[in-house]
């Protein structure tokens, strides 16, 4: 089992920035890949980015690119996102997720953070 634990969330103006965090416990040497997502009012959940075990490959939705940054921190156990430039549309719930070696899909999920942006 692995516990993924978000925070970091917040109310931000247009423009300005935050990090979100997202602490792993549990079973966290089976984690091949982390991930971001989000998820707004009436919308599917969407990526936003993801982040490799081994070697560290990155990769973002488009709508993201050049403002977000997804990094980790291995020995805490730890995947950040930083995210600038923000917009209100980037107003969501955003929840990270991990997947598992072996794994094709998303198998653990936090609980969420609310980011909200004002115009």
């Known amino acids: 089992q692995v516990q993924l634990a978000e925070s970091g969330g917040g109310l931000v103006q247009a423009g300005g920035s935050l990090r979100l965090s997202c602490a792993a416990s549990?079973?966290?040497?089976?984690?091949?890949?982390m991930g971001w997502f989000r998820q707004a009012p009436g919308n599917e959940r969407e990526f936003v980015a993801a982040i490799t075990r081994i070697g560290g490959s990155t990769s973002y939705a488009d709508s993201v690119k050049g403002r977000f940054t997804i990094s980790r921190d291995d020995a805490k156990n730890t995947v950040y996102l930083q995210m600038n430039s923000l917009k209100p549309e980037d107003t969501a719930v955003y929840f990270c997720?991990?997947?598992?070696?072996?794994?094709?899909?998303?198998?653990?999920w936090g609980q969420g953070t609310q980011v909200t942006v004002s115009s």
């Open positions: 997720a991990a997947r598992l070696f072996g794994s094709s899909r998303y198998d653990y």
């Open positions: 549990g079973r966290t040497f089976s984690i091949n890949a």
